[in-house]
């Protein structure tokens, strides 16, 4: 079987891996839809260890299976299905005493290109299908589904993160998939206000799109300044971290209102020893600010809610796609464009011959 992937730190290429074996539980689908993630980028450039040697990258994908497990109740070979990233065992003891994206230890949840390989490949292998797969709705695009597997996911899970509630005030920084994700699951939470902190036209424009009432460019000054300038001073309900450095969460942290703000973390920080949040921005620790972060939501119930806001025209994630290949083989393509970042990219994605 082949695949594209990291073969060592800061070495990428085409490999060869044996044919999976479908286990009772599991299903094996052939890609249909294939979309390179940032992450994939960090696994290949930036993180390394044993398990991110000869390994398949990937973890964005809209498949058909091709063979399906005993123990597979609800999925049949043929079924076009929605594999979501997080795809957790959903057998571990771990799921009934926390979330289901750590059950069994930190990222087991996303097997996906790391401690399996990934969706870049000529066949993918899916464990606990019933629990992990949805079917792909009618009217719903394969390049729409694509976008929900990840980026929407993890973008929604800001506002969620942030319990962002009617009327809130709502700052998102970095305005690529995830953030513009982000912005357009807050107007659906109910979000008043949302400023959106970003400079790329394509990505204000479609920020705009999404429900953004603000725009706000670093280059226009301080962003923490105009933030809270534009708030009276006041501070926001919830900020939702999705792009930028150290620097961005220490704004986040800074312009959330003292006495209930949230600041919800989904950016992955890499390369990193240490965090020193600045005292000024908690005030010692007595201003109620929470902040929290963790790996996007997964499973079937949850591909199934966010195709049911596709297929109901509440969202259309598609429209984060700005370049399109046509074959297996220009994943390398795609997942270059990923990590060189043109100023026109929002998201890239594949779809096979």
Avoid at 36 to 53: I, N, T, W
Avoid at 198 to 208: E, H, N
Avoid at 226 to 235: E, P, V
Wanted: proline share 5%; net charge negative.
């Amino acid at each position: 079987m082949k695949g594209f992937g990291v073969i060592e730190k800061g070495k990428v290429g085409w490999m060869d891996k044996p044919e999976y074996v479908c286990g009772p539980d599991d299903a094996i689908a052939r890609p249909l839809a294939l979309a390179p993630c940032s992450s994939d980028v960090h696994s290949a450039y930036e993180m390394e260890g044993p398990h991110l040697k000869n390994r398949i990258l990937g973890h964005e994908a809209v498949g058909q299976l091709i063979e399906v497990g005993s123990n597979v109740k609800d999925f049949k070979v043929g079924d076009i299905v929605v594999i979501p990233c997080t795809t957790p065992t959903w057998k571990h003891p771990d799921i009934q005493d926390g979330t289901h994206q750590d059950a069994g230890g930190l990222q087991n949840a996303i097997n996906f290109s790391t401690y399996e390989d990934g969706t870049f490949a000529e066949k993918i292998k899916i464990r606990s299908a019933d629990m992990n797969l949805a079917l792909l709705p009618e009217g719903v695009s394969l390049e729409a589904a694509c976008m929900a597997v990840d980026m929407m996911t993890t973008g929604f899970y800001g506002p969620e993160l942030a319990e962002v509630k009617f009327g809130d005030t709502v700052v998102v920084f970095g305005i690529g998939p995830v953030g513009l994700m982000a912005v357009a699951a807050s107007k659906l939470r109910g979000a008043g206000r949302i400023i959106a902190v970003g400079t790329r036209p394509d990505c204000v424009k479609l920020a705009r799109e999404y429900g953004a009432t603000d725009i706000i460019s670093y280059k226009e000054g301080n962003v923490g300044d105009q933030i809270k300038a534009l708030t009276g001073g006041k501070g926001v309900d919830a900020s939702i971290v999705a792009g930028g450095d150290l620097e961005t969460l220490y704004t986040a942290i800074d312009v959330a209102k003292v006495g209930g703000g949230q600041i919800a973390m989904l950016n992955i920080l890499t390369e990193i020893e240490s965090i020193n949040i600045p005292n000024a921005a908690i005030a010692g620790f007595l201003a109620h600010k929470t902040i929290k972060g963790g790996l996007c939501p997964g499973g079937r119930k949850r591909m199934e809610r966010l195709l049911s806001l596709i297929k109901y025209e509440r969202v259309d994630p598609s429209k984060l796609i700005t370049h399109r290949f046509k074959g297996l083989e220009h994943i390398e393509d795609a997942f270059y464009i990923m990590a060189n970042k043109p100023k026109d990219l929002i998201k890239p994605i594949v779809l096979m011959d």
